[in-house]
């Protein structure tokens, strides 16, 4: 896949999955905004983009709760580089807890980060998308996004509603030009994954040992972790997808944890 030219914004893209989403973009050679609560790290990232290829990325600052913020974000990439051709919306968290005890502030928090932060990011892009005629909105769901787990209530919720979203948006867009496509990846080692694993052993008295080969990949062909390059493979595949015939789908890379 080719992305030559394409203008791309990458939320929560200063590490993990949204990092090597980024350098892949740029590899295919995209300019890509790296939007990042840590205004530190986005740079960092953009940085050692730019080493390899001059002027392929930019960091920006982005609280993706924040509306005034996304909406800053989004308008200081279209006023460096005229638009935005594709979002990833990637920006998430992860707390677990059994739902009695799941404080609500949690629960809001969870919610907001990734259902907030998607409705946001697309609200202010999908503009200079219908301006254009063409775009792409891709929301990074999960194996969650169609089955369930204890002691993420939170989590759970807010992948499926982004399955949700992303249906509504492809009818919204598509007479536009704008598709929107899902990615839910199984696990995948990351920080998020990582501190999961003392909790959830805690949780379930159970070693961390047993979390990861029978909570986390007990369900997988192979007892593999699926790896960020994996997804971010699949972002590129939807980024620079030929025509909008492939919308409002979701494709799950979990090793064979989930088939549909």
């Known amino acids: ?10 939320t929560g893209a200063a590490s993990g999955i949204g990092l090597a989403i980024a350098q892949r973009y740029a590899s295919a050679g995209a300019k890509v905004a790296i939007a990042d609560l840590k205004m530190d790290a986005a740079e960092a990232a953009a940085a050692a983009i730019n080493a390899e290829r001059p002027g392929a990325a930019m960091a920006v600052a982005m609280d993706v709760t924040d509306e005034d913020q996304v909406n800053a974000g989004v308008a200081a990439v279209v006023a460096a ?14 707390i677990v807890n ?6 609500f502030a949690d629960w809001k928090k969870m919610l907001a980060i990734h259902l907030d932060g998607a409705f946001l990011t697309t ?10 005629g063409s775009g792409a909105i891709l929301y990074m769901g ?5 089955l369930a787990s204890p002691l993420k209530s939170a989590y759970v919720t807010a992948k499926h509603g982004l399955m949700g979203l992303a249906r509504t948006v492809a009818n919204e867009g598509g007479p536009k030009g704008v598709r929107t496509n899902v990615i839910c990846p199984g696990f995948v080692r990351t920080p998020l994954v990582d501190k999961q694993i003392p909790e959830q052993a805690k949780e379930l008295g159970i070693s961390e040992e047993d979390v990861v080969k029978k909570v986390m990949l007990g369900q997988t062909v192979d007892g593999e972790f699926t790896t960020v390059d994996d997804v971010a493979e699949l972002a590129l595949f939807f ?11 979701s494709l799950v890379a979990s090793h064979g944890w989930s088939m549909r």
């Open 239 to 249: 980024a620079g997808f030929p025509s909008n015939a492939l919308t409002g789908q």
């Open 142 to 146: 999960s194996v969650h996004s169609t």
């Open 98 to 103: 059994p739902i009695e005890q799941f404080a």
């Open 123 to 132: 609200k202010a892009v999908i503009p200079h998308m219908y301006a254009q």
């Open 1 to 10: 896949m080719d992305l030559s030219g394409k203008i791309t914004l990458v």
């Open 81 to 94: 580089w005229g638009t935005v051709d594709v979002l990833v919306s990637n920006a998430g968290i992860q």
